[in-house]
C-alpha cells in the first residue's frame, strides 16, 4: 500500500492538474496544433522538409506570425509582400532604378499622367489572369480612409484600367519621388477576391488563404514560424528569368540573439537578418558563416540612426546648441566600442552611401560638422551658453540649469550603450545629458507626443529617393501626434517648401534632384534639426552549409541585400533567393 | 468534510472574484495607451486616417464604454472562454494563441515537477544516515540548487546542444516539421522538450533531495522512531514511517510549485525558444497587449487555485491528522 501510494499521489495530482488545468482555461483538451491550417498539404510531412530544398530564415518575424493581409503592412506575416504578393516594380539600389516587374513598363505620358503597361501573362495562384484592373483595384483601395497609403489620394485623382493591360494614373498634383516609392512598395491583390470584401474586411481581415500572383504561397504557421513553398507556374519564371531556388521557406520568429547565434552554428539556420552583437568574430573564424563583406563594416548600409532633438524645448530650439550637440557626439566610439565596428559613421548630411551622389561636397565643407569636444564648448560659449555655477556643464542663457534626457527603449543593448557614450561625450563638452531606458512602447508614445528631450531613431530605410529621408526630417504640418517623420517638431517652412518642390522633380533629372536637394542640405547642416550619428547594418549572416552563393562584395557574387525583412523583398531580399545555389553541388 | 470543502471552495471563490478583478484593472490602469501605440506601428501620418483607425480599434476593443461596463463585459465574456483579440498578433482570438501555447507549457511543467518531486524525495531519504551517499548527494544538492538557473540552462544549451550537437536548441518541434500524430513528429517533439526538462529536472531536483534528507533525519531523531527502535522494530519499518511523516511538508512545497507552473517556466522558454504561455506573456509584455496578458494571467490564476484545490484533497488523503480533525468538527 504505502510503496503504491506514494507513486501514485503525484500521479493522481498530475492527471488532475492537467484536466483541471486545461478545462479551467476554457476548451478541450487541446493538441499542439491548434494554430495549424487545416489545408496544410499533409504529403509534405512524411520525413519533414528536406533539408537541401529549404531555406530557413530568421530576423524579420518579432513575434508569432499576426495575419496574412498585404495591406496591414506593418504586422502581416513577413513575406506576405514579396512572396505571396507582389508589387508593380521592384527597386534596385545599386543600379538605383526601377525594376519592372508586374508592370512591363511604366512612363510619363504628360506631366500628370502616368501609364503602366502590365505583363502579359501574369497569373494569380489560382489561375486567374492578373490584368490591369487587378492594379487599379489595388490602387483603389487607398480611397478607404483607414487603409495605410490612403495619404497618396491627396495627390493621385484618378485610377483607371484603359485595357487588359494598360492603367492610368492622373494626378492633381504630380509628386514623381513620392510615387516612384509607392510603384515598389504597393502591393497588388486580385480584385475577383478582395473585390467582394468591406472596408472592415479589407484593414482586420486575417486572410488567411492569400492568393498572390508571386513565386509562393502560404503553407502553414505556428506561433514559431511560418512556411512557405515555391508555387509551380510562376509567371516570373519565363517573363523575368528568374527561378528561386528553395523550395520551402521557413521564417522562424527572432529568438533570442543565443538562440539565433546557436541556431547558426548547428546549421539550422541559414540567413539571419538579426542584429548578433560580436558577429564579426565569427565571420572571421572558421564557422562556415559569411556577410556581405568579410572585412569592417561586414554590412551594408541599410539605415542611418538620428539623434532627434525635441526642437520645441529650451534649449534644443536653438540651432547654435543643436549644432554644438551634433559636434560633441563622439561617433567614432559607438562605432568602434558599442559596435566593433559594424556599422559606419555617418556623413554630417545623413544621407546613406547609397546616396553619395547627391551630398553637395561644398555645403558638407562650409556648413558641416565634425566630432570635436572643443569646439563644441567654443561653439556653446559663443552661442552664450556659459558655465556659471561651476560645476563643469552649462547652463541656460537665462541661467536656468541644462538637464535633458535621451531615451531609447530598454533592451535595444546596443542602443542603450550609444546612449551612454553620447550622454558621456555631451557632459565632456559641459552639456549634461542622462541615458534613460523607458519601454518601447512607452517611449512611442513620448515620441509621438513631443514628450521628450532627446531620442534615437532609425525608422525611415533606404529607399528609391533621398525624398524619403527629407520627407521625414522636415514634414509639414505639425501633428497633435507625429507617428512616423518629424519627431522633433522642427518647424522650417522654407525647407518644407523645398522638400515638396524636389518631390516634383521627375526622378530621371538627376542634376534637378541634385540641385534642390543642396539647398536642403545646406538648411539641414545650418539648423541642425536633427543630427545623423551611424548607418545601421542590414544585418545578414549567412551559413554556406545547405546554400551557397550568397550576396557578397567578392567578385562574382551577387550584389543584392540578402534580407527578409519587411519591405525589403522588392529592394534585392527576392532576388537573393534566385541567386542561391544548393551548397551540394 | 462538507464543512471542510465548503469552506474551501469559498475561500476558492473568493480568490478567484478578487483575482480576477485585479487581473482587468492592472493593465487598464497601467500607463500607456495600447491602442495609440498600435495606430504608431501602423505608420499612418494622416491625421484624418490617425482618427478614422483610432475611433475603430476604440471601439473594436470596448474601449469607448463606461468602465464599469467594461468591467461587466470582461465577466461575461470570461465565462464564454471570450478573452478578447490580441492586439499583437492582430486578430488572433487570445484564447487561440493560449490553447496553442498551453500543451507545451504543461507538457514540459508537470513531468518536470513531479519527476523532479518523486526522485528528489526518493534520493533524500536514501541518503540521508548513509554516510556515503551523503558525502555525495548533499553537496551536489546545493549546487544544483543554488546554480542560478539561466546560467545552468545556457550551458545544458550550449554543451549539449551547439558544441555535441546532440540536441537542438529552439522551438517546440523541428522547423520542418508539421504538427501531426506521426512517428516522426513526436520524436522530434520529445527531442525538443529533452533538454528544457532536463534543465527543470535537475534544478528542481536538488531542493528537493536536501528537504527530504533534513527531514528524514529529523525524524529519525524523533521521539517515536527511537521508541520504535527500543521495541526491536527493523530499521525498514522504522524508515517507512519517517518517510511518511516527512512527506508533508514536502507536500506543501509541490503545492506551491505547482502553483508557479505556468509562470515557472518563463525563463525556460525564453532561453530554450520554447513556445509556451511563458514566451506569450514576454512578448505581451513587451508590446502591451492586455488582452493577451489578461487571458494568460487568468490560465495561472486558475491554476494555481486549481493545483491548490487537488492539494487540499490529497491532504486529506495523506494525513490522518486531516481526517480526524474534520471528523471532530463535525462531531
Known amino acids: 500500500m504505502q510503496t503504491r501510494a506514494r507513486i501514485l499521489i503525484p500521479l493522481l495530482a498530475a492527471g488532475l492538474a492537467a484536466a483541471a488545468c486545461t478545462g479551467g482555461g476554457g476548451a478541450a483538451a487541446p493538441t499542439p496544433d491548434t494554430t495549424e491550417a487545416a489545408s496544410a498539404p499533409a504529403d509534405a510531412n512524411a520525413g519533414g522538409l528536406p533539408r537541401n530544398e529549404t531555406l530557413y530564415t530568421t530576423g524579420t518575424q518579432w513575434g508569432p506570425p499576426a495575419n496574412f493581409n498585404p495591406i496591414r503592412e506593418w504586422d502581416s506575416a513577413t513575406g506576405t509582400k514579396g512572396l505571396v504578393y507582389e508589387t508593380l516594380f521592384h527597386y534596385d539600389p545599386n543600379e538605383a532604378k526601377l525594376v519592372p516587374w508586374i508592370a512591363e513598363s511604366g512612363s510619363w505620358a504628360d506631366d500628370k499622367?502616368?501609364?503602366?503597361?502590365?505583363?502579359?501573362?501574369?497569373?494569380?495562384?489560382?489561375?486567374?489572369?492578373?490584368?490591369?484592373?487587378?492594379?487599379?483595384?489595388?490602387?483603389?483601395?487607398?480611397?478607404?480612409?483607414?487603409?495605410?497609403?490612403?495619404?497618396?489620394?491627396?495627390?493621385?485623382?484618378?485610377?483607371?484600367?484603359?485595357?487588359?493591360?494598360?492603367?492610368?494614373?492622373?494626378?492633381?498634383?504630380?509628386?514623381?519621388?513620392?510615387?516612384?516609392?509607392?510603384?515598389?512598395?504597393?502591393?497588388?491583390?486580385?480584385?475577383?477576391?478582395?473585390?467582394?470584401?468591406?472596408?472592415?474586411?479589407?484593414?482586420?481581415?486575417?486572410?488567411?488563404n492569400p492568393v498572390g500572383s508571386g513565386a509562393y504561397s502560404y503553407q502553414s504557421h505556428d506561433q514559431d514560424r511560418v512556411v512557405w513553398v515555391k508555387r509551380d507556374g510562376w509567371w516570373g519564371k519565363d517573363a523575368l528569368g528568374m527561378d528561386p531556388k528553395p523550395k520551402y521557406i521557413v521564417d522562424v520568429a527572432t529568438p533570442s540573439n543565443e538562440v539565433a547565434?546557436?541556431?547558426?552554428?548547428?546549421?539550422?539556420?541559414?540567413?539571419?537578418?538579426?542584429?548578433?552583437?560580436?558577429?564579426?568574430?565569427?565571420?572571421?573564424?572558421?564557422?562556415?558563416?559569411?556577410?556581405?563583406?568579410?572585412?569592417?563594416?561586414?554590412?551594408?548600409?541599410?539605415?542611418?540612426?538620428?539623434?532627434?532633438?525635441?526642437t520645441t524645448k529650451k534649449p534644443m530650439d536653438d540651432p547654435a546648441f543643436r549644432k554644438a550637440l551634433a559636434t560633441s557626439v563622439d561617433v567614432k566610439k559607438i562605432v568602434e566600442g558599442v559596435y566593433g565596428n559594424l556599422v559606419k559613421e555617418a556623413s554630417p548630411t545623413g544621407l546613406l552611401p547609397q546616396w553619395d551622389q547627391f551630398v553637395d561636397q561644398g555645403v558638407v565643407s562650409s556648413d558641416g560638422f565634425t566630432f570635436s569636444t572643443d569646439e563644441a564648448k567654443k561653439m556653446l560659449a559663443d552661442a552664450g551658453y556659459r558655465d556659471r555655477d561651476g560645476d563643469g556643464l552649462v547652463e541656460n542663457k537665462d541661467g536656468s540649469k541644462i538637464s535633458l534626457t535621451i531615451e531609447v527603449p530598454t533592451g535595444w543593448t546596443d542602443w542603450m550603450e550609444a546612449a551612454r557614450v553620447i550622454a558621456a561625450s555631451g557632459k565632456a563638452a559641459g552639456i549634461e545629458i542622462t541615458p534613460e531606458f523607458p519601454d518601447f512602447n512607452a517611449l512611442v508614445e513620448n515620441r509621438s507626443k513631443g514628450n521628450f528631450d532627446l531620442i534615437?531613431?532609425?525608422?525611415?530605410?533606404?529607399?528609391?529617393?533621398?525624398?524619403?529621408?527629407?520627407?521625414?526630417?522636415f514634414n509639414l504640418p505639425i501633428q497633435k501626434t507625429q507617428n512616423t517623420v518629424n519627431f522633433g517638431r522642427y518647424e522650417n517652412k522654407e525647407a518644407w517648401k523645398l522638400?515638396?518642390?524636389?518631390?516634383?522633380?521627375?526622378?530621371d533629372d538627376i542634376e534637378g534632384m541634385k540641385e534642390v536637394i543642396s539647398k536642403i542640405q545646406k538648411i539641414h547642416l545650418d539648423e541642425m534639426p536633427i543630427i545623423p550619428l551611424w548607418y545601421n547594418g542590414l544585418w545578414a549572416q549567412s551559413s554556406n552549409s545547405t546554400w551557397k552563393n550568397w550576396p557578397s562584395s567578392a567578385e562574382g557574387a551577387p550584389k543584392y541585400a540578402a534580407t527578409m525583412w519587411r519591405n525589403w523583398m522588392e529592394l534585392g531580399g527576392f532576388e537573393t533567393l534566385t541567386q542561391l545555389q544548393p551548397a551540394a553541388d | 468534510m462538507r464543512q471542510y470543502f465548503g469552506r474551501k471552495l469559498f475561500i476558492y471563490g473568493l480568490t478567484f472574484v478578487a483575482a480576477v478583478t485585479v487581473n482587468w484593472m492592472i493593465p487598464r490602469f497601467m500607463p500607456g495607451d495600447p491602442v495609440a501605440s498600435m495606430l504608431a506601428r501602423a505608420r499612418v501620418s494622416q491625421p484624418e486616417a490617425v482618427e478614422a483607425m483610432r475611433a475603430y480599434y476604440i471601439s473594436l476593443f470596448g474601449f469607448d464604454q463606461p468602465v464599469w461596463?467594461?468591467?461587466?463585459?470582461?465577466?461575461?465574456?470570461?465565462?464564454?472562454?471570450?478573452?478578447?483579440?490580441?492586439?499583437?498578433?492582430?486578430?488572433t482570438p487570445v484564447t487561440d494563441l493560449i490553447l496553442?501555447?498551453?500543451?507545451?507549457?504543461?507538457?514540459?511543467?508537470?513531468?518536470?515537477?513531479?519527476?523532479?518531486?518523486?526522485?528528489?524525495?526518493?534520493?533524500?531519504?536514501?541518503?540521508?544516515?548513509?554516510?556515503?551517499?551523503?558525502n555525495s548527494v548533499l553537496p551536489v544538492g546545493y549546487i544544483l540548487t543554488a546554480t542560478p538557473y539561466m546560467w545552468l540552462a545556457v550551458l545544458l544549451a550550449w554543451g549539449l546542444g551547439v558544441v555535441a550537437g546532440w540536441f537542438p536548441v529552439a522551438g517546440g518541434y523541428a522547423f520542418s516539421l508539421q504538427p501531426s500524430w506521426s512517428w516522426p513528429f513526436i520524436e522530434?517533439?520529445?527531442?525538443?522538450?529533452?533538454?528544457?526538462?532536463?534543465?527543470?529536472?535537475?534544478?528542481?531536483?536538488?531542493?528537493?533531495?536536501?528537504?527530504?534528507?533534513?527531514?528524514i533525519i529529523y525524524e529519525l531523531e524523533s521521539d517515536y522512531s527511537t521508541y520504535l527502535a527500543a521495541l526491536g522494530a527493523p530499521a525498514r519499518l522504522i524508515r517507512r514511517y519517517a518517510y511518511r511523516n516527512a512527506m508533508l511538508p514536502q507536500i506543501t512545497g509541490l503545492a506551491l510549485q505547482l502553483g508557479v507552473l505556468v509562470a515557472g517556466a518563463l525563463v525556460t522558454e525564453i532561453v530554450f525558444s520554447y513556445p509556451g504561455i511563458g514566451s506569450l506573456i514576454l512578448k505581451a509584455i513587451q508590446n502591451q497587449d492586455f488582452f493577451l496578458l489578461q487571458g494568460s494571467f487568468m490560465f495561472i490564476v486558475v491554476g494555481v487555485l486549481v493545483a491548490n484545490f487537488i492539494i487540499d484533497i490529497v491532504y486529506v488523503l495523506i494525513d490522518p491528522r486531516t481526517r480526524t480533525g474534520m471528523a471532530g468538527a463535525q462531531a
Not at chain 1, 170 to 197: C, K, M
Not at chain 1, 499 to 507: A, I, S, Y
Not at chain 2, 82 to 89: K, L, N, R, T
Open chain 1, 499 to 507: 522638400v515638396q518642390e524636389l518631390d516634383g522633380v521627375k526622378t
Open chain 1, 456 to 473: 534615437i531613431n532609425n525608422e525611415r530605410q533606404l529607399s528609391s529617393s533621398p525624398w524619403t529621408y527629407y520627407d521625414y526630417m
Open chain 1, 261 to 310: 547565434m546557436g541556431m547558426l552554428l548547428q546549421k539550422g539556420l541559414d540567413l539571419s537578418n538579426n542584429f548578433l552583437p560580436g558577429v564579426s568574430n565569427l565571420i572571421n573564424g572558421n564557422f562556415g558563416i559569411t556577410s556581405y563583406y568579410n572585412e569592417p563594416p561586414y554590412m551594408l548600409s541599410a539605415n542611418t540612426a538620428w539623434l532627434v532633438p525635441n
Open chain 2, 188 to 215: 522530434s517533439l520529445l527531442h525538443h522538450w529533452a533538454l528544457p526538462f532536463l534543465s527543470l529536472f535537475l534544478v528542481a531536483l536538488g531542493g528537493w533531495a536536501i528537504g527530504m534528507r533534513n527531514m
Open chain 2, 69 to 91: 461596463q467594461q468591467y461587466l463585459n470582461f465577466w461575461g465574456a470570461m465565462f464564454r472562454g471570450d478573452f478578447g483579440i490580441s492586439i499583437y498578433v492582430f486578430p
Open chain 1, 113 to 208: 499622367t502616368y501609364e503602366v503597361k502590365v505583363r502579359q501573362g501574369v497569373t494569380w495562384a489560382d489561375g486567374k489572369p492578373l490584368t490591369a484592373k487587378d492594379v487599379a483595384f489595388s490602387y483603389s483601395l487607398g480611397k478607404m480612409e483607414t487603409v495605410p497609403f490612403h495619404n497618396m489620394w491627396d495627390w493621385l485623382e484618378n485610377v483607371e484600367a484603359t485595357d487588359d493591360q494598360t492603367v492610368r494614373f492622373t494626378f492633381s498634383d504630380a509628386r514623381y519621388q513620392e510615387w516612384d516609392y509607392n510603384l515598389y512598395s504597393r502591393v497588388i491583390v486580385p480584385e475577383h477576391i478582395w473585390g467582394g470584401l468591406s472596408e472592415e474586411d479589407v484593414l482586420n481581415g486575417v486572410n488567411e
Open chain 2, 100 to 134: 496553442g501555447a498551453v500543451p507545451y507549457t504543461l507538457g514540459l511543467m508537470i513531468p518536470a515537477v513531479l519527476l523532479s518531486y518523486w526522485a528528489g524525495n526518493r534520493l533524500g531519504a536514501f541518503a540521508a544516515r548513509r554516510q556515503l551517499l551523503d
